[in-house]
C-alpha cells in the first residue's frame, strides 16, 4: 500500500511541475509571438494543475486506514478525485467547442511567430509523454484518480494540436494569402472538443457508478469464488458479493460450515477464508464472512 501511495504521489507531483512550467513557457511564447491560440493553451495547461492537485489530496485521503465514521476505510476519495477531473474535462471541452464556434462565425488573423510552433510541439510531447506514463502507472497500480488524471494530459495535448493547426494555417495563410484556411481549425476544434467532453463523461459515469457500490459482475468474482472453494471447510457458497472502493475491492460472503462444529471451528473457518482471500489478490483489501449451518436443501 505504501509503494502504490509513492507511486501515485510521485506522479501526481511530476504533473504539478510539468504543468506549472508549462503554463509559463506557452504563456510567456504567447505574449511573445502574438499568438492567442498558444495563451488560451497556457491558461488550459494552468487549469491541470488544479487537476493534479485534486488527485493527489484524494490518493492522500485514500492511504488513511478505517476508522469508526468510515469503516470501509477512504478509498472512495479517489473517486471523488475522479469527479472533480472528469467534470472539469468536460468544461474544458465545452470551452474548446464555443471558442471554436465563434472562431467560424468571425474569426480575425494574427501576425504569429514561426517560434510559438516549436512552443506548442513541444508541450504537445510533454503532454503525450505525461499521459503514456500516468496511465500505464494507473493501470498497474489500479488507481482510477491517475488514470482521469492520465486523460487529462492527453486532453491538454489535444488542445496543444489545436493551437498547433491554428497557428499552422495562421501562417499559412498568411504568407500565402489564403483565406479559406482560417474554417479548418475551428471545424476540427469543435470536433476534438466533443471528444475531449466525451472523456469526461465517461469518467465520471464511472466514478458516480463506484460511489454507489454496484457489485461486481459474475465474471469478475470468479476468482473470488474460485479461491473461497479452496477452503477446507467451505461446504457451500451461499451469497459473494464484491464491490469496490476506489482502488480496491471489498468483499462480502456468505458460507455454510457443518452444523455439528463448534463456533470457534466456524470462526477459524472465516478467518481462514478472510486471509486466503486477502494474500490471493492483491485488490482485496477486506472481506466480511458470515457462517451459515450447512443442510441439504
Known sequence: MDQRYSKAQFASILGIIANILLAIIKGIAGVLTNSKALIADAFHSASDVVSSFAVLIGIRAARKPPDTEHPYGHGKAENIATLI????????????????????????????????????????????GLFQYKHRLGNKINSPAIIADAWHHRSDAI???????????SIVGREYNISVLQYFDPIAGSIIAILVAWMGFKLGKEAVHVSLETVLNDEDTEDFIQ???????????????????????????????????????????????????????????DVYVHVNPYHLN
Open 85 to 128: 477531473v472528469s467534470i472539469l474535462l468536460i468544461v474544458v471541452g465545452f470551452e474548446i467547442l464555443v471558442d471554436s464556434i465563434q472562431s467560424i462565425w468571425g474569426h480575425q488573423a494574427n501576425n504569429t511567430s514561426i517560434y510559438a510552433l516549436y512552443v506548442v510541439i513541444f508541450s504537445i510531447l510533454v503532454k503525450e
Open 227 to 285: 479461491t473461497t472453494n479452496t477452503v477446507n471447510g467451505v461446504k457451500r457458497i451461499d451469497t459473494l458479493n464484491a464491490r469496490t472502493h476506489g482502488s480496491y475491492v471489498i468483499i462480502d460472503v456468505k458460507i455454510s460450515v457443518d452444523p455439528e462444529i463448534t463456533v470457534d471451528e466456524g470462526h477459524s473457518i472465516a478467518a481462514k477464508l478472510k486471509e486466503r482471500l486477502i494474500e490471493q489478490h492483491e485488490e482485496v483489501h
Open 159 to 169: 488542445s496543444s494540436l489545436i493551437a498547433l493547426a491554428g497557428i499552422g494555417l
